[in-house]
């Protein structure tokens, strides 16, 4: 791409950085922006170095959060004693938008995969042990997307919390295998979560 302007092209680089977003796609919307009055580029720059500064991640779920307890860990009515282990937020938010959870969440911050060098030390494993083991915790319910990776996740947890007096399950998916969480529908990701099984009999099949 041939750009009469350095700073067009520096734009176009920055802005093609982000996942999905093309050279072609890029310099349409740097070309939009600069159509719109600068006041509108400042809001969006402000809001992202806002965000980049001030967001974090709740102490309790490691759900991404503005306040040190997220609203969810924060939530009285919420149900401390069964706890959700996701992937990231996208799985918090979908499986909230059933409105068929009333439990905590924990967020892994990603799954166990070697081939993209990531090992539980990564991941908020260690976190999701050491409240299992205070005691508070009675079920654990994995829902982290069917793929190899997520499998082999769940597996570990599962090893890690052996031996620990706690009911583990797994959202029972009508959604084929690969799947990911984020994508399945309503109502089909309410069902499997309140008709979760087992995780030892998921391991059978
Ligand atoms: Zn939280």
């Known amino acids: 791409m041939d750009f009469s302007s350095k700073l067009l092209e520096q734009a176009v680089a920055e802005m093609s950085q982000l996942p999905g977003i093309g050279k072609r796609t890029a310099l349409r919307l ?7 009055p600068t006041s509108q580029t400042q809001q969006l720059a402000e809001a992202l170095l806002d965000l980049k500064a001030n967001i974090k991640l709740c102490k309790n779920c490691h759900n991404i959060s503005d306040t040190e307890v997220c609203e969810i ?3 009285p009515k919420r149900i401390k004693e069964l706890v959700c282990v996701v992937e990231d937020i ?14 905590l969440y924990h967020v892994l911050g990603g799954k166990i995969s070697p081939m993209d060098g990531i090992g539980p ?8 042990v050491d409240k299992v083991k205070e005691g508070e915790v009675e079920e654990i319910i994995f829902a982290l997307s069917s793929t190899l990776e997520g499998d082999t ?14 009911k583990t399950s797994t959202i029972a998916r ?10 399945a529908d309503e109502v089909t990701l309410g069902r499997s979560i ?7 009999s998921s391991l059978k099949s």
């Open 121 to 128: 030390s990564q991941l908020t494993i260690k976190s999701l």
């Open 153 to 166: 996740t769940n597996f570990y947890i599962f090893r890690q919390l052996e031996g620990i007096n706690i």
């Open 30 to 36: 740097v070309l939009h922006l600069l159509k719109q």
């Open 90 to 103: 996208r799985d918090v938010m979908a499986i909230e938008n059933t409105g068929q959870y009333r439990g």
């Open 73 to 75: 860990c924060a939530n």
């Open 194 to 200: 309140t008709n979760r099984i087992p995780f030892e």
């Open 174 to 183: 009508g959604i084929s295998v690969g799947d990911e969480l984020e994508y």
